[in-house]
Nanobody, 120 residues
Framework: QVQLQESGPGLVKPSQTLSLTCTVS??????????WSWFRQPPGKGLEWMGT???????AYRSSLRSRISMSRDTSNNQFTLQLSSVTPEDTAVYYC????????????WGQGTQVTVSS
């Protein structure tokens, strides 16, 4: 059974960088065919895909976030990370990590989500 768990600070100040880690158990992030994604859901809004990192380390980002987002992975600890720079209160959301399958794109395992609030 694959499990994903988000971790990171729950409060970030404006203009700082938000950093979250997703720890994966029950499967390797380097297994061919699996991709690993970040989503967020701001209060009162829908779920928004932010970016994906693939089993080879390739990345794809939401165009509106491309100037601020970076994803990486730590294969020795089976983790992948999200960094979002220059945050504003509009980045306040519940952040989720998920495993992505392709053709067609679908998400079969999710973390429970972690609340991040941007406030001074």
């Amino acid at each position: 059974q694959v499990q994903l768990q988000e971790s990171g600070p729950g409060l970030v100040k404006p203009s700082q960088t938000l950093s979250l880690t997703c720890t994966v158990s029950g499967g390797s992030i380097t297994t061919t065919g699996y991709y690993w994604s970040w989503f967020r859901q701001p209060p009162g809004k829908g779920l928004e895909w932010m970016g994906t990192i693939g089993y080879s380390g390739s990345t794809a980002y939401r165009s509106s976030l491309r100037s601020r987002i970076s994803m990486s992975r730590d294969t020795s600890n089976n983790q992948f990370t999200l960094q979002l720079s220059s945050v504003t209160p509009e980045d306040t959301a519940v952040y989720y990590c998920a495993r992505e399958l392709q053709v067609p794109v679908r998400y079969d395992y999710w973390g429970q989500g972690t609340q991040v609030t941007v406030s001074s």
